[in-house]
């Protein structure tokens, strides 16, 4: 059964700050994995969707690599704003199943 | 402009009721799913649809019953029977099956057992 893992669960940066977020799945067999991001009370926006043949995606500051054979994906935010704070979660699909979410990575970015 | 919607925003149900809570999606989608999102625990898969009058249950399906009559609709019964309901639940819909395309979400419905 697929599991995902998001480290770190918490991450507090300043303004400013590049940063790295990770993701980590134990069946490599995947179509594609998923980006979000949640903020408090509210739906999952998207933000990155990789394809299995794909290494990486980038949107705006945001990049997203991904290594299937490892099992690994990680979400690089550049400059980062007070406005990126929120939690960030990583999802894929697998065999016939529907996505299989992380925990999340809950992010603060400092002014 | 398409999207998902679900109502209502907020639910409040007593002891022994059955509620319902909407997700209708104008994207002509033909895959939708409902997830159950408790703190520290993340999204739980509780109930999915691929085609219309077809459902698969989740990993926490119990408690729980839904319906696909229309290909917009998707609405989610929780019954007396789910013990612990308090939760935010999201509804998604996906083109093309489970896994060539990406998820597309709603607001969600937070439900409370007063």
């Known amino acids: 059964k697929q599991e995902v893992t998001q480290i770190p669960a918490a991450l507090s940066v300043p303004e400013g700050e590049n940063l790295v977020l990770n993701c980590s799945f134990t069946?490599?067999?995947?179509?594609?994995l998923q980006w979000f991001r949640q903020d408090p009370g509210k739906g999952l926006t998207s933000l990155l969707l990789?394809?299995?043949?794909?290494r990486e995606q980038t949107s705006g500051r945001l990049n997203a690599s991904l290594d299937k054979s490892s099992g690994r994906s990680t979400l690089y935010i550049a400059a980062s704003q007070p406005g990126d704070s929120a939690t960030y979660l990583c999802?894929?699909?697998?065999?016939?199943?529907?996505?299989?979410f992380g925990k999340g990575t809950r992010l603060s970015v400092i002014a | 402009d398409g999207g998902i919607t679900q109502s209502p925003k907020y639910l409040f149900r007593k002891e022994g009721q059955n509620v319902t809570l909407s997700c209708e999606q104008n994207?002509?989608?033909?895959?939708m799913y409902w997830y159950r999102q408790d703190p520290g625990q993340g999204l739980r898969l509780i109930y999915y649809?691929?085609?219309?009058?077809?459902?698969q249950k989740g990993d926490i399906a119990e408690g729980y019953s839904v319906s696909r009559e229309k290909k917009e609709s998707f609405p989610l019964t929780v019954t007396s029977a789910q013990k612990n309901p308090t939760a935010f639940y999201l509804c998604?819909?996906?083109?093309?099956?489970?896994?060539?395309?990406?998820?597309?979400f709603g607001s969600g419905t937070r439900l409370t057992v007063v």
């Open positions: 998604a819909s996906s083109t093309k099956g489970l896994a060539d395309y990406g998820y597309t």
């Open positions: 069946d490599s067999a995947i179509y594609n």
């Open positions: 990789i394809q299995s043949s794909q």
């Open positions: 999802a894929v699909p697998s065999g016939n199943t529907p996505l299989v």
């Open positions: 994207l002509n989608h033909d895959a």
């Open positions: 649809s691929q085609i219309v009058n077809d459902f």
